[in-house]
T-cell receptor, first 115, second 113 residues
Framework: NAGVTQTPKFQVLKTGQSMTLQCAQDMNHNSMYWYRQDPGMGLRLIYYSASEGTTDKGEVPNGYNVSRLNKREFSLRLESAAPSQTSVYFC??????????????FGPGTRLTVL | GQSLEQPSEVTAVEGAIVQINCTYQTSGFYGLSWYQQHDGGAPTFLSYNGLDGLEETGRFSSFLSRSDSYGYLLLQELQMKDSASYFCAAQGRVDTGRRALTFGSGTRLQVQP
């Protein structure tokens, strides 16, 4: 089991360029998430998908779009990158909410720099 | 809205006990989770409290008091490898009506020899 995988691991963009961050999980989880983490800060939710076919905005969705391609894959797109989007991006997945706890499993992260 | 407060840094010595506090304001609160993150790594789940009281997992324990909107993570017999950032995260309802996690800003724990 690879768990949650993300590509690429590192990326440098120029302002205005676009790119898609890829995320896949092999744990058959229903829910998937995209977070960003800025230096010395916690994780902020960008978008999430509670189940295949649904996506919802999180705390900081502006400048991003997402696609839940299938149950395994959840991609994050930056249409026109800005320096304020320089951050580490984490993808996570979890089982449905049944049972109370919602343990999230995180990918290794993508370190994005926008010049 | 959702907000969590935790100390930014804590320092302790090897073998000691340390407590990391977390207070929260979360609408539709369900429970409090704790995650560990080493420098350059991904967050990993440590514990969850859905009910008031103490949950113990090896050297780590977590406590929740819903009436006080307060929880803590207790780390015993500290080891150098415990040096990391620790995040509390509240499960609550967000604007869409769905549940989501809101993370605190993290507490950086330094364990000294």
């Amino acid at each position: 089991n690879a768990g949650v995988t993300q590509t690429p691991k590192f990326q440098v963009l120029k302002t205005g360029q676009s790119m898609t961050l890829q995320c896949a999980q092999d744990m058959n989880h229903n829910s998937m998430y995209w977070y960003r983490q800025d230096p010395g800060m916690g994780l902020r939710l960008i978008y999430y998908s509670a189940s295949e076919g649904t996506t919802d905005k999180g705390e900081v969705p502006n400048g991003y779009n997402v696609s839940r391609l299938n149950k395994r894959e959840f991609s994050l797109r930056l249409e026109s990158a800005a320096p304020s989007q320089t951050s580490v991006y984490f993808c996570a997945s979890s089982e449905a909410w049944a049972g109370g706890t919602d343990t999230q499993y995180f990918g290794p992260g993508t370190r994005l720099t926008v010049l | 809205g959702q907000s969590l407060e935790q100390p930014s840094e804590v320092t302790a010595v090897e073998g000691a006990i340390v407590q990391i506090n977390c207070t929260y304001q979360t609408s539709g609160f369900y429970g409090l989770s704790w995650y560990q993150q080493h420098d350059g790594g991904a967050p990993t789940f440590l514990s969850y409290n859905g009910l008031d009281g103490l949950e113990e997992t090896g050297r780590f324990s977590s406590f929740l008091s819903r009436s006080d909107s307060y929880g803590y993570l207790l780390l015993q017999e500290l080891q150098m490898k415990d040096s990391a950032s620790y995040f509390c995260a509240a499960q609550g309802r967000v604007d869409t009506g769905r549940r989501a996690l809101t993370f605190g800003s993290g507490t950086r724990l330094q364990v000294q020899p």
